[in-house]
């Protein structure tokens, strides 16, 4: 199984973003997606995640109303739309997949099976 994030940069505050993650080798639709970010000297926090296939979604509450989790089972793939970025929005972001995730457990980091590389995100004037 391989994960690929990508998608991020250097931004202001106020801009949008679309992170996009890539998967393959699994089968895509059985899957939970999720992203997850960590900022420097911070633990990994959730930030949203699409369960199994799409049926459910749910977001921080630190990012609901400026996030949007996205996929596409099709194409194996998840983008996170990033809007109104905040310098607290600043980390690195991962996805990641979970194949017997059960739905209490979907924003917990320790339910994941296989992450990507990260992509780097800094919101700053």
């Known amino acids: 199984v391989q994960l690929q994030a990508s998608g991020g940069g250097l931004v202001q505050p106020g801009d949008s973003l679309t992170l996009s993650c890539a998967a393959s080798?699994?089968?895509?639709?059985?899957?939970?997606i999720g992203w997850f970010r960590q900022a420097p000297g911070k633990e990994r926090e959730f930030v949203a995640t699409s369960f199994r296939g799409g049926s459910s979604i749910s977001y921080a509450d630190s990012v609901k109303g400026r996030f949007a989790i996205s996929r596409d089972n099709s194409k194996n793939t998840v983008n996170l739309q990033m809007n109104s970025l905040k310098p607290e929005d600043t980390a690195v972001y991962y996805c990641?997949?979970?194949?017997?995730?059960?739905?209490?457990?979907?924003?917990?980091?320790?339910?994941?099976?296989?992450w990507g590389q990260g992509t780097q995100v800094t919101v700053s004037s």
């Open positions: 990641a997949a979970g194949r017997s995730i059960i739905f209490s457990s979907m924003r917990n980091d320790q339910a994941y099976d296989y």
């Open positions: 080798g699994l089968t895509f639709r059985s899957y939970t």
